[in-house]
């Protein structure tokens, strides 16, 4: 559980850091992604989520929350797209190390990257890059560890969606304009029965989403910017969605903090 009087590292002095880190060493980064998700919601979406779920995680947790990195890499389709400014490859996970090697200087031995973005393309090198260095770091995104959505979505996980929407609703409700809400979205440059989508559990003979070049450029496709149903979004399905993203990450968490102890470095080199 929380011992600290904030949250957010930001919010904390140098001494208040090192004081925590002898309670719990283990430190979450945030990180979303500025990005359009349709006339209906605004483009720091992303990074509201990853906030919101992180926030939840260490309230209960009682793990440390690094400053929030609202900038993201994308997928090949998503460049170009007004409203989106996405960060190269390269820059994302030297940043990603970065952070890792800075608040390991406090004392954090164990990180977990929280994703609200589909990165997979850099938050998977950053991991390894990191653990030939010998620290210990997890990163995972929400939506896929909700196999099979288990919150009665109706549709599954795309973009500016019935799931994303639901979460924006139930987390930053100011920000939404449902009045201008539509469905809409792209044909895949292959069957789409051979592609995972996100948050679904695989089958025989299906690539993940990212394992290829299987979309056109949004910035061409889209003329809305949304891929998915959030004209299905309510609040319920939102809060649905938090909590089971948060209880899973939880678990996963207050596992490592069992496992390896404040003080403890996990073997990793």
């Not at 924006?168 to 449902?178: C, E, F, G, K």
């Not at 909590?243 to 404040?262: G, N």
Request: proline content about 7%.
């Amino acid at each position: 559980m929380l011992k600290r009087k904030h949250l957010w590292w930001d919010e904390l002095s140098k001494e208040e850091i090192l004081e925590d880190v002898k309670n719990c060493d283990m430190a979450i980064l945030p990180i979303g992604a500025t990005e359009q998700h349709g006339p209906h919601c605004p483009c720091g979406c992303d990074a509201y989520n990853a906030k919101g779920l992180a926030e939840k995680v260490a309230e209960k947790t009682g793990a440390m929350l690094l400053p929030l990195l609202p900038y993201g890499s994308h997928p090949y389709h998503h460049w170009y797209m007004p409203g989106t400014i996405p960060l190269g490859y390269e820059t994302h996970t030297n940043v990603l190390c970065d952070i890792i090697r800075g608040a390991a200087n406090a004392g954090y031995k164990k990180f977990f990257i929280l994703s609200a973005h589909g990165q997979v393309s850099t938050t998977l090198v950053a991991v390894h890059k990191l653990g030939l260095e010998g620290y210990f770091t997890l990163s995972a995104h929400w939506y896929d560890l909700l196999r099979d959505n288990q919150t009665a979505l109706e549709t599954p996980m795309t973009h500016a969606d019935e799931a994303e929407t639901s979460m924006a609703l139930y987390l930053y409700p100011q920000y939404i304009d449902m009045s201008k809400a539509v469905d809409d979205g792209g044909e895949c440059l292959i069957n789409d029965e051979f592609m995972i989508k996100p948050g679904m559990t695989p089958k025989p003979g299906q690539m993940y989403h990212f394992e290829g070049t299987f979309a056109r450029p949004e910035y061409i496709e889209l003329k809305s910017g949304v891929i998915g149903h959030p004209t299905l979004a309510t609040v319920e399905k939102g809060e649905a969605i938090v909590e089971k993203a948060v209880s899973l990450i939880s678990d996963i968490v207050e596992d490592v903090m069992e496992r390896f102890p404040a003080g403890v470095q996990p073997p990793v080199k």
